[in-house]
């Protein structure tokens, strides 16, 4: 009997082999998930396991160890979309369960099987309403504008209590998105700053070297806005400006990240779409597409806290480098405005990938007879002192799926207020620019903002 079983819907996608398969395999090796697990990965071809997992090894750029996951994994041949199947995999998952097992159903399909997948998961019996050792888990894009998003949530709610539902964002399960509340709340230091007298910008950005990667059907409807900003970037901006939670219970800290985003407007004079060159000669592109694969805009969150202090966003596809990191710029000391040296503003770098830390640029002397400033940065580097161990994003959600843990994933307050902000940006879409480079990019924001985002 199994302690926890864990059924993927689309195991052949990318997603399982890229992501999932991976994590469980680490986590299953570190005896971080319980010795009777058993994942069940469902697909309309006919595979033995062992083929199956030949054949995700060979599709993964990364290794996959294959001698963990044979341990653990069973494949089922099964045609999801046909309601009569479903038997079958009931009486297989009733063959492994006791009454405690743990049970998670892993949605790693498109939002356009959400309905029907749902609806049959709750009808076959697989998955009961208000049971809460089985939880459902659903990844983004959920819809594509508020009205989409709203008619998704809603199916859901009929088949699911809203505590067995996961939404799962990955960013909130990277080391440094996690340590954001821990830098602010448990540092004097950062705490007493943490506001518009102080604070001058605050950048978040996100950057990538790699274009859509075939995702062509996916991408083209969602663009940059849709894709990273509605999700991964205003993740990362609530929990920059939310106020300290009452608790950190996950519905504490989520109603105060709300609260950030109910009070979140967007500059229209600021927004700069992109649009790589060659993306329109990707395979299953049209020739006339207007989507954007770049997207920089200025917004701010009208709060006592943050009142006047712009948020630059900022997120594309083929730039000059992969980065996500969050820049806080603090304010010029009264001093150092009288003073005609080439001082830096104080800035706290909080690095999110591919390194993750933290880092707080100073002014200081150069050492020695000269009287010449320098910029320095204090740095705390994760990776560096954890080389080879470094946890990955889905092994931390997955653990605290099995745990019942919800405050790394979003809910739907969260996702509604996202939507209609980027609906509100959407009324002011306008073609975008096509760009050979990130500096062409760089060179527009400054014009524009007088802001150098590099
Ligand atoms: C996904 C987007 O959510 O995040 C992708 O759909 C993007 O387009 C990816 O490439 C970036 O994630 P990461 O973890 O590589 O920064």
Not at 111 to 117: D, S, T, V
Not at 270 to 289: A, C, F, K, R
Request: charged residues 25%; contains cysteine; proline residues 3%.
């Amino acid at each position: 009997m199994m302690d926890l079983i864990i059924v993927i819907f689309g195991s052949t996608g990318d997603l399982t082999f890229r992501k999932l398969l991976p994590a469980i395999a680490r986590l299953y090796r570190k005896n971080q998930l319980p010795e009777q697990t058993k994942v069940i990965a469902l697909g309309r071809k006919k595979f033995s396991t062992d083929e199956y997992l030949e054949n995700m090894a060979n599709l993964s750029s990364a290794k996959l160890d294959l001698n963990t996951l044979s341990k653990v994994v069973s494949y089922h041949q099964m045609e999801i979309t046909d309601i009569l199947a479903y038997q079958n995999l009931l009486d297989l998952v009733n063959s492994f369960k006791h009454e405690q097992t743990r049970e998670l159903y892993y949605l790693a399909i498109g939002p356009e099987l959400f309905p029907e997948i749902s609806n049959h998961i709750n009808v076959s019996g697989l998955v009961k309403i208000g049971n809460l050792n089985q939880s459902i888990i659903f990844e983004k894009p959920f819809g594509h504008d508020l009205s989409s998003a709203k008619a998704i949530n809603e199916m859901l709610w009929n088949y699911f209590d809203e505590k067995q539902i996961y939404r799962i964002d990955h960013y909130l399960g990277k080391e440094m998105i996690q340590n954001i509340m821990m830098v602010r709340f448990a540092n004097r230091i950062f705490e007493e700053i943490w506001h518009n007298r102080t604070i001058k910008n605050v950048k978040i950005i996100s950057k990538e070297t790699d274009g859509i990667l075939g995702r062509a059907g996916y991408y083209d409807q969602s663009g940059a806005l849709r894709d990273m900003i509605q999700s991964h970037l205003l993740q990362m901006l609530s929990l920059i400006a939310m106020e300290v939670p009452l608790s950190y219970f996950s519905d504490d800290v989520k109603n105060e990240k709300v609260k950030v985003l109910n009070h979140l407007h967007f500059d229209h004079d600021s927004l700069i779409l992109g649009q790589y060159d060659g993306y329109l000669n990707e395979h299953n592109i049209p020739n006339d597409s207007k989507t954007e694969t770049f997207v920089f805009l200025r917004a701010y969150v009208n709060t006592p806290r943050f009142k006047g202090v712009p948020f630059y966003l900022m997120s594309g596809k083929k730039l000059d480098t992969k980065e996500s990191l969050i820049i806080i710029e603090f304010e010029e000391t009264s001093e150092q405005r009288k003073w005609d040296l080439p001082l830096s503003t104080n800035k706290l770098l909080i690095k999110i990938d591919p390194k993750d830390g933290v880092g707080l640029v100073l002014n200081s002397k150069v050492p020695g007879l000269t009287d010449n400033v320098e910029q320095v940065e204090l740095e705390y580097c994760i990776n560096c002192n954890a080389v080879g161990n470094k946890t990955e994003a889905y092994e931390k959600l997955i653990i605290d799926m099995v745990g019942h843990h919800k405050t790394l994933f979003t809910r739907w307050d969260e996702i509604e207020l996202s939507w209609h902000f980027i609906d509100t940006i959407k009324k002011y879409q306008k073609d975008p620019v096509i760009y050979k480079n990130f500096d062409e990019l760089l060179a527009m924001i400054k014009d524009l903002t007088k802001e150098d985002m590099k």
